[in-house]
C-alpha cells in the first residue's frame, strides 16, 4: 500500500463514529437520524442503525465485506454480504450483495480513483 493510501486509511481509522454520526444527522436533518454507526475498514464490515422521522422502530444494516475491483481503466464495486432487520430491505440488498457494480466516470473524482481503488482493493482485502 502507498505512502499516501496508508496515510487515508489510518485517518479514517482514527475518525471518531460520533463525529460521523453528528455530520449524518447535519445532512439527514429533517428526513432521518442516524443513531449508531461503527466503520471498520480492516476488516470492511460497516454497521448502522438509523430512525426514519414517523417510525417507531430503527433500521439497522450490517455489511460485511465490500471493496472495489480494477477492470482495465474502470472500477466496480462489490458488497460480499450485508444485512437489515427489515424483511423488505433484506429482499433490495439480496440483489445487490455478490454483484460487481461498475462505478460510473465521474471526471472531477477521475484523478482520485487509483488512490480510492487502492485503498478499498478487493483482491486483497484485510482481515
Do not use: C
Request: hydrophobic residues 50%; negative net charge.
Amino acid at each position: 500500500m502507498s505512502y499516501k493510501a496508508s496515510l487515508i486509511k489510518m485517518a479514517i481509522n482514527l475518525t471518531p463514529n460520533k463525529m460521523i454520526v453528528w455530520v449524518a444527522n447535519i445532512v439527514l436533518k429533517g428526513i432521518a437520524e442516524l443513531t449508531d454507526f461503527n466503520f471498520d475498514l480492516d476488516t470492511r464490515k460497516v454497521y448502522a442503525q438509523t430512525m426514519l422521522y414517523g417510525e417507531t422502530e430503527a433500521i439497522e444494516v450490517w455489511v460485511d465485506g465490500f471493496g472495489i475491483i480494477r477492470e482495465g481503466e474502470s472500477y466496480q464495486f462489490i458488497i460480499h454480504q450485508a444485512q437489515s432487520n427489515k424483511l423488505w430491505l433484506n429482499n433490495i440488498l439480496a440483489k445487490l450483495v455478490g454483484k460487481a457494480w461498475k462505478i460510473p466516470a465521474i471526471p472531477q473524482l477521475a484523478a482520485y480513483m487509483e488512490l480510492i481503488a487502492e485503498l478499498l482493493n478487493d483482491e486483497n482485502p484485510a482481515k
